[in-house]
Nanobody
Framework: VQLQASGGGLVQAGESLTLSCAAS????????FGWYRQAPGQTREWVAS???????NYADSVKGRFTISRDNAKKTVSLQMSSLKPDDTAVYYC??????????????WGRGTQVTVSS
């Protein structure tokens, strides 16, 4: 499966934004997916993941503000972000997590999409 993230932009603190990850390939329905982000000067971190069955998990820093979802028919994975904070500023990526930990991924990283939250 190949992945491409989009939907980033510049928003003010408190606003919302939805990211989309378009996937290609025939294995979409069987894959788990995750969203990750990398802030300037920071290591890339896991944000949220969704299993092939629709189970979701979130990093504590975004729990209650972000929602991950998937559309198997459209082969897309979305990340709805609300109550955005300046600390959410980062390049956001989608990827396929390993089966043993969402902190590790199985695909090469794509270009990601920039999210900038101004205060």
């Amino acid at each position: 499966v190949q992945l491409q993230a989009s939907g980033g932009g510049l928003v003010q603190a408190g606003e919302s934004l939805t990211l989309s990850c378009a996937a290609s390939g025939s294995t979409f329905r069987r894959n788990d997916f995750g969203w990750y982000r990398q802030a300037p000067g920071q290591t890339r971190e896991w944000v949220a993941s969704i299993s092939s069955g629709g189970d979701t998990n979130y990093a504590d820093s975004v729990k209650g503000r972000f929602t991950i979802s998937r559309d198997n028919a459209k082969k897309t994975v979305s990340l709805q972000m609300s109550s955005l904070k300046p600390d959410d500023t980062a390049v956001y990526y989608c990827n396929v997590p390993t089966t043993y930990s969402p902190h590790y991924v199985t695909k090469p990283w794509g270009r990601g999409t920039q999210v900038t939250v101004s205060s």
